[in-house]
């Protein structure tokens, strides 16, 4: 309270604001603290100085050197960081505060918007230490003055809220009550901005207000629209919360908190706890605060045992419904266990009151959380550029057990914040979602431990937070999917003309552009009618009009007539390749299907660069012509979705064929991997086989993704498994060769020549084809071992394959310099016999040696020595 000899009404007015423990009691302080002064609330941070100039109040001046302190960090330019900017924050929750007042800080305009009329949440936060000293640092002591005293670690949500509340009123932020944002309002011409949809009722002052950045704290449920949220999910867990009214009696005082109980470290609580009240837990969690909070993770038989969930459903959401639970029966199973690991001592059990005016009790799938896959994104229309943010819950939802969902999203709200900063200080926008992405990499790793050791030195730079800190881990180029041209219509010169091979500079971004753009590439040919990147597609037609329309000397039209679609998409796919050097990325097939429409956008994009080419370059295209920038990130960031989604349908780990590959590699096999029989060429797909084939190498046989897609005389590979039959060298287009025979795949300088047989069934090692160094560097005096197969009568015994090894660069080079010309005068080293057989044959030679026996080739002995280096 006031002072007794005070009688100054903005002291009494001061007075209450601080001590307010209900929201309509802050604001209604406050604002009488503005009437007394004579001052406009939400004056920004000129505001909070006006306050402090002239409300002259002992019991101000602690909290005003504290607020001091913080704002005069250089970070924030004395508040003058960010004076051109306004900013609209959405939720009042934790973050959304937290991020609010580092937005007033930077001298922004700031707006918020909160669709509650109160705070009710009684749940209680674990705090870090760092934000314990960032809490005192805003003068939470003063507000709340049992905050983190002795060795608590821990706030009730609803207590935080009411500080930040305090502090962000103080610092000049303008906050609205029951209003929900229901989406944005794009500006309708040049020179306006962008606005909010509000409802019920909102102020012509705050409907008409226009903002450069959107910061939404809404939740979890709440994500703005443009932004990908996925969901991750592990095995069941269900965690019970209950608040039970404190007395703040003498017993309830003396009553220890449970920071936390698993069963794995002290098993027979948990035993004595089943025995007496029929319970099975796996941990439980007691902390005092507004409210006696218990939070445990129970098992599921066991509350369908004890009547709390009516019937077992597989589906999680049923499972826990509304419907599917017995309000009653999981009051009495939180209230049992609450007394029996307090040991009775807090008295009678009471359940507090939720925002309803139901008991505050919720049984949830903790394991359950959604994460947003990035973390800002920009939006222009008619000139005027949007920044978005995401913070608290609406980018992460937090694993509870773990304590680190206020933590995170308070470093969630400074990154935010940082990355308004530098959007006022004209950074590109590029730059800005590049660096924001950075660390938004680095949330979800951090913890205490691994974090700067000296908290008093936190700031709103990254750089005082996070250590080895790379703000270009993510590039511009990255993340140009999150800049979104709302309605963007090329604009055209006077003399442009409305040829459809003039191409605007803007690459295809997204798929509504490279949509719009096939339309007018394909327009007004017969028969041709785009309206998707899928199905319109499938009878070929439209892939002959744009290979028609980029070489209009390669067919006619009317020369399509009779044929079907499987043959009209496989003459386009193979017109476009040996003619425009446009490599396909799937089969005709999967065209006609329309099984691959990844595959087709990527196939499509190809073309749309193939059109660029040609207005520099006229003339044939490029061979392995990259589609556009844009295009590739939009398809790697959809390649990721793809394989997680297969992956899950398939049993599988994200890892897939990667972890498949580990496991064999790990698990030695004495069989040899499948060949194709000799003289038996791959043929590719018949038309009765599935379109999916195209999602198969042809040579392992394993799932083909699009970025990993090789494609060879119509058939696909994976670019690893494209090798040299004899070498095993990694084979490139243009530089390999297919022998006739056998229908292998063969780099030009192990590809057989024409009437060169092989017969590897019973050829021994050594007469097996090695690596060698390439031609400008082979020693003279080495033969082929290939060369020698007919030189003895005698038979080799089969010997059991061997592994070739590849020969790297260096030991190549080292191989050739080594001088393995033989000496004429020397008699070279007998070669070791393979067999018993074969030593009685050297020595019956020997024997006959001068008596019209030729003498063996030192060539010979030679080779087999090179041979038996390089093994």
Avoid at 336 to 355: I, M, S, V
Avoid at 489 to 511: C, H, I, M, W, Y
Wanted: glycine share 8%; charged share 20%; aromatic share 8%.
């Amino acid at each position: 309270m006031a002072s007794p000899t005070s009688t100054n009404p903005a002291h009494a007015h001061f007075e209450s604001f601080l001590q307010a423990q209900l929201c309509q009691d802050v604001l209604n302080s406050f604002q009488g603290l503005c009437k007394a002064l004579e001052l406009e609330p939400a004056g920004g941070l000129s505001q909070y100085h006006k306050i402090k100039t002239q409300l002259n109040y002992w019991s101000a001046k602690s909290l005003w050197a504290k607020l001091d302190k913080r704002a005069g960090q250089p970070v924030y330019q004395q508040g003058r960081a960010c004076t051109s900017t306004k900013c609209l924050v959405v939720g009042a929750g934790p973050c959304g505060l937290r991020a609010a007042v580092e937005l007033a800080l930077l001298g922004a305009r700031v707006v918020l918007v909160e669709k509650r009329t109160k705070f009710s949440r009684h749940n209680v936060l674990h705090l870090w230490p760092f934000t314990i000293h960032d809490l005192r640092a805003l003068g939470a002591k003063k507000f709340y003055g049992r905050f983190c005293t002795g060795t608590l670690d821990h706030i009730s949500i609803r207590q935080l809220q009411l500080l930040l509340l305090k502090v962000a009123l103080l610092l000049g932020v303008e906050i609205h009550w029951g209003v929900t944002f229901t989406g944005l309002q794009p500006p309708p011409k040049k020179g306006s901005g962008w606005r909010a949809q509000l409802q019920p009722n909102p102020s012509a002052q705050l409907a008409n207000y226009e903002f450069d950045v959107l910061i939404s704290a809404a939740g979890g449920k709440f994500v703005p629209e443009g932004f990908t949220v996925r969901e991750m999910r592990g095995k069941l867990a269900i965690g019970i919360t209950a608040n039970f009214v404190n007395g703040r009696t003498a017993e309830e005082t003396q009553v220890p908190e449970i920071s936390g109980v698993a069963r794995i470290y002290n098993q027979s609580f948990f035993q004595s706890l089943l025995k007496a009240t029929g319970i099975d837990l796996e941990n439980i969690v007691y902390y005092k605060d507004d409210t006696h909070y218990f939070v445990m993770t129970a098992k599921k038989q066991c509350l369908l045992r004890l009547g709390v969930l009516r019937q077992d459903w597989p589906d999680t959401d049923r499972l826990l419904g509304r419907a599917n639970v017995v309000p009653e029966a999981l009051q009495r199973f939180a209230r049992a266990a609450a007394d029996f690991a307090t040991h009775g001592k807090l008295g009678k059990l009471e359940f507090a009151q939720d925002a309803h005016g139901q008991p505050d009790i919720s049984a949830f799938d903790f394991t359950s959380m959604m994460r947003a896959e990035s973390s800002a994104r920009v939006q222009e229309k008619h000139g005027a550029r949007l920044l978005l943010g995401l913070v608290g819950d609406c980018l992460v939802e937090p694993f509870w057990p773990l304590g680190t969902g206020v933590a995170r999203g308070f470093l969630a709200a400074f990154d935010a914040a940082w990355m308004v900063k530098r959007w006022a200080e004209g950074a590109e926008p590029l730059e800005v979602l590049a660096e924001r992405e950075s660390l938004y990499q680095l949330l979800s790793q951090t913890s205490p431990e691994n974090m700067h050791r000296n908290v008093a030195q936190y700031g709103l730079d990254p750089a005082t937070r996070y250590p080895n800190l790379n703000l270009r881990a993510v590039t511009p180029s990255q993340v140009q999917d999150l800049y979104d041209m709302v309605a963007k219509e090329p604009v055209r010169r006077k003399n442009d003309k409305t040829d459809a091979g003039k191409l605007t500079t803007e690459s295809a971004g997204t798929q509504e552009e490279l949509l719009r753009w096939c339309q007018e590439q394909t327009a007004g040919y017969p028969g041709v009618h785009v309206t998707d990147l899928s199905s319109s597609w499938a009878d070929g037609l439209a892939l002959c009009a744009l290979v028609h329309r980029l070489r209009p000397g390669l067919l006619e039209p009317s020369e399509l007539q009779g044929l079907g679609a499987l043959e009209v998409t496989a003459w386009a796919l193979r017109m476009a390749e040996h003619e425009l050097g446009i490599t396909p990325v799937l089969s005709a097939q999967a065209v006609v299907a329309g099984s691959d429409p990844l595959g087709l956008i990527a196939y499509l994009s190809h073309f749309h660069s193939a059109f660029k080419s040609t207005l520099h370059n006229p003339g044939p295209v490029s061979k392995g012509s990259p589609g556009t920038s844009s295009a590739i990130l939009f398809l790697g960031k959809m390649q990721r979705t793809l394989q997680r989604t297969r992956a899950q349908e398939n049993g599988e780990d994200v890892g897939g064929k990667k972890r498949r590959l580990e496991a064999e590699a790990e698990t030695p096999s004495t069989e040899e991997p499948p060949v194709p029989e000799p003289g038996v060429p791959l043929t590719p797909p018949s038309q009765h086989q599935e379109a999916a084939a195209g999602d198969l190498c042809a040579l392992c046989g394993e799932h083909l993704y699009i970025l990993e897609r090789l494609c060879v005389d119509g058939r696909f590979f994976h670019r690893s498994c494209f090798r040299c039959h004899a070498c095993e060298a990694t084979l490139w287009l243009g530089d390999y060769g297919q022998h006739p025979g056998d229908g292998h795949f063969y780099c030009l300088q192990h590809l057989p020549q024409p009437g060169h047989k092989e017969d590897g069934s019973d050829r021994g090692p050594e007469s097996q084809e090695l690596p060698t160094p390439d031609e400008n560097s082979k020693p003279s005096g080495l033969t082929p071992l290939a060369a020698q197969e007919g030189a003895s009568p005698v038979p080799r015994p089969s010997q059991p394959a061997r592994r070739l090894i590849r020969l790297s660069s260096p030991e190549r080079q080292r191989l050739s310099s080594l001088n393995l010309t033989p000496d004429p005068e020397m008699a070279p080293p007998p070669k070791p016999p393979r067999s018993c057989s074969t030593l009685a044959r050297q020595a019956l030679e020997g024997s006959f040696m001068g008596w019209g026996v030729p003498a063996e080739s030192p060539q010979g002995h030679v080779c087999f020595f090179s041979a038996q280096f390089l093994w």
